[in-house]
């Protein structure tokens, strides 16, 4: 989802093929790793275009994790609602936040003069959070729990508080785990089997892309097939 996205996002500077989106995408993965905010993904993401495109780039990268945040906080903002049972006045709040959002987001499209269409970003940015989510339901349905409300809840709300903790992603299997943890007692589920699970989903969504991306850097042959 994140290679067909980055691929819509960057024909506001120049038209990549999926192979260059993939390569960008992974190895701007590893190189986010070790700086904090992600800012490796901005510098290397800008290195494979040519000077003159590299401030639409930013722009498009800023956009891009903009429309993802978006959509985490919508589907957070709910799981919160739902877990703290709060009065609906909370949730009209949350649906004004909403409205402005989505206001925002075309303004915001035509004044970084982005090329690319609001729609697909939006929904492939969902999409790429329905996946993530799902891979928790998956892994806890091995601890014998189907997917109910307050666990759905749970999820939601716990990507929210993750990601606006500002963190490196080195240190981001000690930060979930924490959280995690928070949320074990309204989870009903063992300290031990919630690391294991955040430890897996750890490893498929962060470790494993950083790995490829790391392992690409070095040949050429990769190299060309990424910049424009």
């Not at 510098?43 to 780039?57: G, M």
């Amino acid at each position: 989802m994140e290679t067909i996205k980055w691929q819509l996002l960057a024909t506001s500077s120049q038209r990549i093929t999926f192979t260059q989106s993939l390569y960008q995408n992974l190895t701007s993965q590893a190189a986010s790793f070790l700086t904090p905010l992600r800012a490796g993904e901005f510098a290397l993401k800008a290195s494979y275009f040519q000077q003159h495109q590299r401030k639409n780039i930013l722009k498009a990268v800023a956009y891009g994790n903009f429309c993802q945040m978006t959509v985490t906080v919508i589907f957070g903002a709910i799981g919160w609602w739902y877990l703290a049972d709060l009065p609906w006045w909370i949730f009209f709040i949350g649906f004004l936040i909403l409205l402005i959002l989505m206001i925002l987001s075309p303004r915001l499209h035509q004044r970084l003069s982005l090329s690319a269409a609001i729609a697909p970003i939006l929904g492939l940015s969902a999409l790429r959070y329905v996946l993530f989510s799902s891979s928790w339901l998956l892994l806890l349905s091995y601890s014998s729990m189907s997917p109910t409300p307050m666990i759905i809840s749970c999820i939601t709300a716990m990507y929210l508080t993750v990601s606006i903790v500002p963190s490196m992603q080195l240190f981001d299997l000690a930060l979930k785990w924490s959280v995690a943890s928070f949320f074990a007692d309204s989870l009903a589920i063992s300290m031990e089997s919630m690391t294991a699970i955040v430890a897996v989903v750890w490893l498929f969504n962060t470790v494993l892309p950083v790995v490829l991306g790391s392992l690409m850097l070095p040949f050429p042959q990769f190299q060309k097939a990424a910049i424009s």
